[in-house]
């Protein structure tokens, strides 16, 4: 008995060890990057053991939890300037925001060749709804205004715009038909080189500020190793890999 006692405390304080090595990271993740960091999380558990738990929606939108508390200990945002303003305002672990990302915007229809691959369909203003996210949340909604500005198009759709909270809902209205087509993140219908759903006209850079996204460990992850883990990863080849099939630069 004494020794399958021995062996069972054995087996006790090795799981005990186990467990205390692998932990869980709370991480607040702009709707843009779903489907990216649901595959990079697959990998992440397989090759550290840690799990990621993801909270979706628009950046402006976690800004606002992350100062009333949230319990996110990393922060992947859709654009540069909250992690800057987080780290600014004391928020953040001092040296762990990097850029994750860089985001391309494209205009989409559900439906096969309705959107011509120079976006003249903007202009020809058939349409009855066009989908945007909400440009003070959301950075890709700001980029759609900023296309639509540089466009001359601004007056012209104002009245036929249809605001999302964040991407995924700008995204939905367009996936189910409330509008003919709306600007969403290339991301969300991009797969291994190429749209692989609808119509899309991929937003030239040049029409709107670049989409940098950045990452940081935010306070309540300063001493978790999980934390660190994520962002290590995601500056490594594997995610790299993951992030540029959908569409992304680096």
Do not use: C
């Amino acid at each position: 008995m004494m020794i399958h006692a021995s062996r069972l405390a054995v087996l006790v304080a090795a799981f005990a060890v186990g467990s205390a090595n692998a932990d869980e990271v709370q991480v607040a993740v702009a709707a843009n990057f779903t489907a990216p960091i649901q595959a990079i999380a697959a990998d992440f558990q397989k090759d550290t053991g840690h799990t990621l738990v993801a909270s979706y929606g628009a950046t402006g939108q976690f800004y606002t939890q992350i100062k009333n508390g949230a319990p996110f200990e990393v922060f992947l945002s859709a654009d540069d300037t909250t992690p800057q303003k987080l780290e600014n305002e004391g928020d953040t672990v001092k040296g762990s925001r990097f850029t994750y990302a860089l985001g391309t915007l494209a205009l989409w229809s559900a439906k096969e060749g309705y959107v011509d691959a120079k976006g003249d369909v903007l202009k020809k203003n058939a349409f009855q709804h066009l989908s945007i996210a909400n440009p003070k949340a959301a950075p890709y909604g700001l980029a759609a205004t900023q296309v639509l500005a540089k466009e001359g198009l601004t007056e012209q759709v104002k009245a036929k715009l249809v605001e999302g909270q964040n991407i995924t809902q700008a995204f939905q209205f367009v996936s189910t038909g409330n509008a003919e087509l709306g600007f969403v993140a290339l991301s969300q219908i991009y797969k291994d080189g190429k749209v692989s759903q609808g119509s899309a006209w991929i937003v030239p850079a040049s029409l709107h500020d670049p989409i940098k996204q950045d990452a940081v460990i935010l306070n309540k992850g300063k001493d978790s190793a999980a934390a660190k883990a994520l962002v290590e990863y995601l500056k490594g080849p594997k995610a790299a890999a993951v992030i540029k099939s959908y569409g992304y630069e680096l």
